[in-house]
């Protein structure tokens, strides 16, 4: 049966220019509960690649280079 | 020893979940006896997972000496869950509720004291005192990390476990899992296994509609509940759903047990208190669910009458603690506690013993009905365990456990099983075409809603769990892109598991009882001559979802005059009101 791509605004944004990911950094993905923080392999940066969000905020709270910014998600907001 | 060219991981004591109950019972097993294996596998991280990732406010009840006795409690929580407890259970947890208090103090936890040193006590059960704030209690996830990696805990992350082994004679043998990152299956052969997985907090569908805004920390999706019931072991009063009163879309605690020391409450439309006592209980939820449901409602939480200084103290808790994106919540609607009533709703339903009763059968001593298994934490039987009953019970199952494994050997793997289940892991993945596991997930839960959310009917449910059953049916078209795709689809299995369990118990059970956690309408009264029980829920010996009795132990405290003081939970208007 055919699979659709699914378009959502995901919740939690990294600042790519603060973000370490790419000099090995893994803090934001290691802490997530739900593991939707991932590397961007175009990018070398962290990126939410699954749209899954408690808004819980250890990712935004570890960062070292606060580059994490957690929002709520759009169908709660 | 390998099996299907997987080595089989060997260790004395395994633990399945790293967020509260479980590190506190992998630390105890290192103390109990150092020279142990003990492996702690965890599906996210144990540095941030679980319930208490960001924190926790406060003990919700703690038996302090001085404020309350362990007597006390075990009778409070008796009436509170309208009889239905194992009271041992109840009293093993209230008499160490103190003993770990000191342990966590001393390990840096801090809770809030008065200026005498004393625990700073507050009262928000309708009888006893059992609240005890920690309003720097951010920490405690970095603090039991710390206690792991002290006690040589081997720390498996990123693993999730999908079946539990036995041996031969019918005792635990250990756990088959898949890494959620790689899809690579694990095998662990144990001689005593303890779990806890947290509650089944995705099963109902929150409001919202977004699947991960859930009360519960949506990792938390009632795995255990599922491996529990698949290896033979007992449920009890699943039917007793958790239904929380939260801030309504950001689905958070409102918090009642931080404002309402703090003279903040929960109203009605006209900024009235309408129940007596804020702490959870089904009568409470009850309570709520009507005036919510009538013209006086919605409901909300009051603040507004609050003092400047009182406000700042609740948001510096509130917003930093456990769920600190509320303020964000807030902020994005231009919603300040100095201004507006906060509007609040109830929560999707769920199995919690935290908050309400349900789980896998747990005795005195955290074992379960399968020897060798141990549970601990939110998916335990033990009733309004909240987070200090998960480290006590967690303390409690490592105990037990290190005993059970003392003199046992090596466990005999039933490779037969192993192969079986195997196969169901590979199968979401092998799939090129096929149903995600979101829209599976979704179509579930959006029945349990339809169909199993109180009040309940039971022609409505007999169509719930048809309509159950027809989404299992669709699992051979299960489909799964990635590793993670993959955890989702092992847990969309626990969670139609779960599903058809919740339907089944509630089904069961012809009476209403724990207020709004068993409303149902077409047997609208408490029947104790017929349901003075405990209902069972197992695999039977055709492999088939049954359901039975379990009388309630002997009470150890007898309730006296007091019992029905949680059926009193309305505020009662003056005759010339």
């Given amino acids: 049966m055919p699979i659709a791509n699914h378009h959502s605004s995901v919740p939690v944004i990294v600042d790519e220019d603060k973000c370490i990911a790419d ?17 961007n392999e175009d990018t070398g940066k962290a990126h939410m690649k699954y749209d899954e969000c408690w808004y819980c905020m250890p990712c935004e709270a570890d960062c070292p280079t606060d580059a994490v910014t957690v929002n709520i998600p759009y169908l709660l907001r | 020893m390998e099996i299907n060219n997987i080595p089989v991981i060997d260790t004395d004591i395994l633990v399945i979940g790293g967020g509260t109950a479980g590190p506190m019972a992998a630390v105890t097993a290192k103390e109990q006896n150092p020279d142990l294996n003990v492996m702690l596998l965890e599906k996210a991280n144990v540095k941030r997972s679980g319930a208490i990732s960001m924190g926790m406010d406060g ?27 194992h009271q041992p259970a109840l009293m093993a947890y209230a008499t160490r509720s103190f003993p770990m ?10 809770f809030q004291k008065d200026e005498t040193g004393d625990y700073d006590m507050k009262k928000v059960h309708h009888l006893g005192t059992y609240v005890l704030p920690m309003p720097e209690g951010h920490n405690v996830k970095k603090i039991l990390y710390r206690r792991l990696r002290r006690n040589r805990v081997q720390i498996e992350n990123r693993y999730t476990a ?39 907090g995705r099963l109902g569908l929150p409001t919202s509609g977004y699947l991960f805004g859930t009360y519960e920390n949506p990792a938390n999706n009632g795995d255990g509940h599922a491996m529990a019931y698949h290896a033979g072991a007992d449920l009890a009063n699943l039917e007793c759903f958790q239904i929380n ?10 918090c009642a047990y931080v404002t309402g020391p703090l003279g903040g409450f929960t109203s009605n439309a006209f900024g009235e208190r309408f129940i007596e006592c804020d702490y959870w209980s089904g009568q409470m939820m009850l309570e709520f669910f009507k005036e919510l449901e009538s013209g006086t409602g919605p409901v909300f939480l009051k603040l507004d009458h609050l003092a400047e200084e009182t406000i700042q103290e609740i948001e510096t808790v509130l917003h930093t603690n456990e769920r600190p994106s509320r303020g964000r919540f807030h902020e994005g609607r231009d919603v300040n506690y100095r201004q507006r009533m906060v509007e609040m709703h109830i929560s999707e339903v769920g199995f919690c013993s935290g908050h309400s009763a349900s789980g ?15 549970c601990a934490g939110d998916m335990a039987s033990v009733a309004h365990n909240y987070m200090l009953g998960a480290f006590v019970y967690g303390q409690i199952c490592g105990e037990s456990a290190v005993e059970f494994a003392k003199s046992r050997r090596e466990p005999v793997l039933d490779e037969a099983f192993i192969q079986t289940e195997l196969e169901r892991i590979q199968a979401p993945m092998k799939r090129a075409d096929g149903i995600p596991p979101e829209q599976m997930e979704y179509k579930v839960r959006r029945l349990v809603n339809d169909y199993l959310q109180p009040p309940k009917v039971t022609r409505k449910m007999e169509i719930g769990l048809e309509r159950i059953l027809a989404v299992r049916e669709d699992l051979p078209q299960l489909c799964a892109r990635d590793p993670h795709e993959l955890l989702r689809a092992m847990e969309v299995q626990s969670i139609i598991d779960c599903a058809e369990m919740a339907a089944r118990a509630s089904l069961y059970r012809t009476e209403s009882r724990w207020g709004l956690y068993h409303y149902r309408v077409d047997y609208p009264e408490q029947d104790d001559s017929e349901w003075f029980y405990h209902s069972r829920l197992f695999k039977d010996e055709n492999g088939q979802m049954a359901s039975g009795k379990r009388p309630v132990a002997d009470y150890l405290v007898p309730l006296g005059d007091e019992k029905d003081a949680y059926r009193k939970m309305r505020v009662q208007k003056a005759a010339n009101a």
């Fill in chain 2, 245 to 254: 009163p939260l801030l309504k879309d950001y689905n958070g605690p409102a």
């Fill in chain 2, 59 to 85: 003990l919700n009840n703690a038996v302090v000496p001085g404020h309350a006795t362990p007597e006390q409690y075990v009778k409070e929580i008796t009436i509170a869950n309208d009889g239905i407890v």
């Fill in chain 1, 23 to 39: 000099k090995g950094c893994t803090v934001c993905i290691d802490v997530c509960p739900l593991d939707v923080l991932w590397i």
């Fill in chain 2, 101 to 110: 208090i000191e342990k966590l103090d001393s390990w840096g936890v801090h």
């Fill in chain 2, 360 to 374: 896998v059968w747990t005795d005195e001593t955290g074992a379960t009905t399968v020897p060798g298994l141990y």
């Fill in chain 2, 162 to 200: 999908t079946r539990l082994l036995k041996d031969p004679d019918g005792n635990i043998a250990g756990m088959i899992g898949v890494n959620t990152r790689t899809a690579e299956p694990i095998i662990i052969r144990a001689k005593a296994v303890i779990m806890a997985t947290g509650a089944a």
